[in-house]
């Protein structure tokens, strides 16, 4: 009698392999691990979206940053650009907007060199060049070859036009354009796999606007395609920043609206028109005694006394009072004083991981009563 054949999970394994050689069985899979973060410029804003101070933009994942007018976009954009390239990558920097120039990019410490600029003005042109570059260096890593370390930008996927659009306004027709979220929501279907294999990230802006809805709420354009391709989609808004009478920068709110790394934590952080981004801002609140061994206060009688509304710091680990001046500095928030506020705030910014005892069919019913 002849033996029947078998057809186990290692032969599915096997099988699997020589169809799609970026498949393997999940415990040794790393296809879709972070393998480092890129520094947002600052730590709380590290926290917003990734879970950690010491975090930051995901190295394979695309991004987005989306808000009206003004409220920092270009300024985060550019920041992380620095901090990429300080990191060993090379950046691919597409502007719709014709807003970004040299002078702008040296203002932020930039090389030069590890920046290919490209104007672009339409979807297409975008979708050609972008498809064209992750298929290039698909090639070259399954051929055995090296790829380099590349960061991807778009500023902004709200300003590109489509090439119908530009026909229509040449021949003067007025008809609506409904062809612009389509092909976006193409280019992020082709995308995603090739950005995550080659450890590219993708960050991109976007417009938003008031929805004419009876609850108006704010959208972002370009239609569904990127927020539902992006594992992080912030919302930024901004209120002015001001010493005395005089505006001195924006306080910028970061919402996320979307988030894969992190529980969705609204954030504020400065933006001052003359010194940039502190790093530092946002920490002030868990600055107490007992998470990090720095409070307001002041010394009388060489006693350290707590006090809310003094106008200086009590640090521990200096052994002295700070003045406000010095607060949002490397001399308060040191390395150990940053392990501390990390350590208290996961609970803050992190996902609980479902405990082995809980009834996962139970808690599905009691959400769907």
């Not at 394994?13 to 691990?33: D, H, K, Q, R, Y």
Request: hydrophobic share 35%; proline share 4%; charged share 25%.
């Amino acid at each position: 009698m002849a033996k029947k054949k078998e057809f186990n999970f290692n032969d599915l394994n096997a099988e699997l392999a020589s169809i799609n050689p970026l498949g393997s069985v999940m415990e040794s899979s790393t296809f879709s691990e972070v393998t480092e973060w890129i520094d947002t410029g600052n730590y709380h804003l590290n926290a917003c979206v990734s879970g950690s101070l010491f975090g930051g933009w995901p190295n394979n994942r695309s991004c987005s940053l989306a808000g009206p007018s003004g409220t920092g976009k270009t300024f985060l954009i550019l920041n992380s650009v620095k901090r990429a390239i300080d990191m060993g990558y090379n950046v691919v920097f597409y502007d719709s907007e014709a807003a970004v120039d040299k002078s702008l990019m040296k203002k932020f410490g930039i090389d030069l060199k590890k920046v290919n600029y490209q104007p672009i003005n339409t979807v297409q042109d975008f979708r050609h060049s972008i498809t064209t570059i992750t298929s290039k260096m698909q090639e070259v890593k399954r051929s055995g070859g090296e790829v380099p370390k590349l960061m991807i930008i778009l500023d902004s996927a709200g300003n590109l036009a489509t090439q119908k659009e530009i026909n229509d306004a040449i021949s003067g027709s007025e008809k609506s354009d409904m062809t612009r979220s389509k092909i976006l929501k193409s280019i992020f279907r082709i995308i995603m796999t090739p950005l995550a294999d080659l450890k590219i990230p993708f960050l991109f802006t976007n417009h938003t606007y008031q929805t004419q809805d009876f609850i108006s709420r704010q959208v972002a354009g370009g239609g569904t395609g990127p927020e539902y391709a992006a594992s992080i989609v912030l919302f930024l808004g901004k209120a002015q920043l001001k010493e005395g009478a005089d505006k001195t920068g924006i306080i910028v709110t970061a919402k996320p609206n979307k988030n894969r790394f992190a529980k969705p934590t609204p954030i504020k952080f400065h933006l001052h028109f003359t010194k940039g981004m502190n790093r530092f801002v946002g920490l002030e609140q868990y600055a107490t005694w007992d998470i990090c061994g720095v409070t307001r206060g002041t010394i009388v009688k060489g006693e350290k006394v707590p006090k809310a509304t003094a106008r200086g710091w009590i640090c521990e680990h200096l052994d002295e009072v700070v003045p406000n001046s010095e607060f949002f500095t490397e001399k308060v928030f040191t390395k150990k004083v940053l392990e501390k506020i990390n350590k208290h705030i996961k609970p803050i910014f992190n996902y609980n991981e479902i405990a082995e005892d809980v009834d996962v069919d139970e808690i599905l019913e009691e959400t769907a009563e």
